[in-house]
């Protein structure tokens, strides 16, 4: 059975920086691409970064040059560096896994594996 259990969030000011973990067990696929996600109150999931297992890595336009996705897959652990944190940042932040290359890295209904969330809240 597949885990993916997010930690790492909390609460900075902006400019500040946070990393996020998801730490994943059971995945037993060759290939991935891993995502996360953040869903704001009374907003949809959106996409923020992904990396596959060639370590292809894309961005959100609204991250870009900001936050920094990497997997260590020795130990099976997905980051994401977050600086110059802004409080539109502020949401609660999911990884989610894959196997499958197709379909766009944003589209959340292609990931068949999700965290919990973990929480990120950034103040003015």
């Known amino acids: 059975q597949v885990q993916l259990v997010e930690s790492g969030g909390g609460s900075v000011q902006a400019g500040g920086s946070l990393r996020l973990s998801c730490a994943v067990s059971g995945y037993r696929y060759s290939r991935y691409v891993m995502g996360w996600f953040r869903q704001a109150p009374g907003k949809e999931r959106e996409g923020v970064a992904a990396?596959?297992?060639?370590?292809?890595?894309i961005y959100a336009d609204s991250v870009q040059g900001r936050f920094t996705i990497a997997a260590d897959n020795g130990n099976q652990i997905l980051y994401l560096q977050m600086n110059s944190l802004k409080p539109e940042d502020t949401a609660m932040y999911y990884c989610a896994a894959r196997w499958s290359y197709g379909g766009t890295w944003y589209d959340r209904s292609t990931y068949n594996y999700w965290g919990q969330g973990t929480q990120v809240t950034v103040s003015s």
């Open positions: 990396i596959d297992s060639d370590a292809k890595r």
